[in-house]
């Protein structure tokens, strides 16, 4: 009899697995650098080809976003960040991913430019090292070089208000 039941039990135990599953949201992916240093890289600055590198921005709290012009879901928060960069002064890094120079000006320049800065990723090298799982994807880096929060997927409004703005702000008022 015990035998006979082996079975059903596991899968029960594979069925009940499965549900928990499903019950998670795909875009909360955590992130092992969550509380690490930003990652180095120093790669072309898209307009100028300057090399930039995140050790610039240190003392001071920046954004990092990773996006590319054939990806369907960056087209969806340029919007958001477009607003969000025209009234709050934290810096937004953008990093163009799997891309080439001509197409990402192009689009760029068509949809506005809520960058500061736009480094060139065009082998993905610097965005494996960050851990990206796929475009878009948005780290939060603090005064001191530490990722803070990591957003997987399209920055909303509703994501920039309720968990942007505070992080942001609790941030800034932490010394360098």
């Known amino acids: 009899m015990k035998k006979q039941s082996m079975p059903l039990i596991i899968f029960g135990a594979l069925v009940i697995v499965l549900a928990i ?3 998670l949201d ?3 992916v955590p992130s092992p650098l969550i509380g690490k240093p930003a990652s180095e890289f120093s790669l072309p600055e ?3 080809q300057e090399p930039f590198s995140p050790t610039q921005l240190k003392g001071e709290a920046w ?8 990806c369907v879901s960056c087209r969806q928060e340029h919007e958001v960040l477009v607003e969000f960069s025209e009234k709050y002064p ?3 890094v953008g990093l163009n991913y799997k891309d080439t120079p001509e197409e990402a000006k192009a689009w760029l320049k068509q949809f506005g430019n809520p960058y ?3 480094v060139e990723d065009q ?8 851990g990206v799982y796929g475009v878009p994807e948005t780290f939060v880096i603090d005064k001191k070089g530490i990722i803070r929060h990591k957003f997987t997927g ?7 208000n309720d968990e942007l703005k505070p992080l942001l702000a609790q941030i800034d008022k932490e010394p360098s």
């Open 21 to 23: 599953g499903l019950t």
């Open 26 to 28: 795909p875009k909360d």
């Open 46 to 48: 898209l307009y100028t």
């Open 63 to 70: 954004i990092l976003n990773i996006w590319a012009s054939w």
């Open 90 to 92: 934290t810096k937004i």
């Open 116 to 118: 500061q800065i736009t």
């Open 123 to 130: 082998q993905g090298r610097a965005g494996i090292d960050w």
């Open 154 to 160: 399209p920055m909303t409004r509703k994501r920039v």
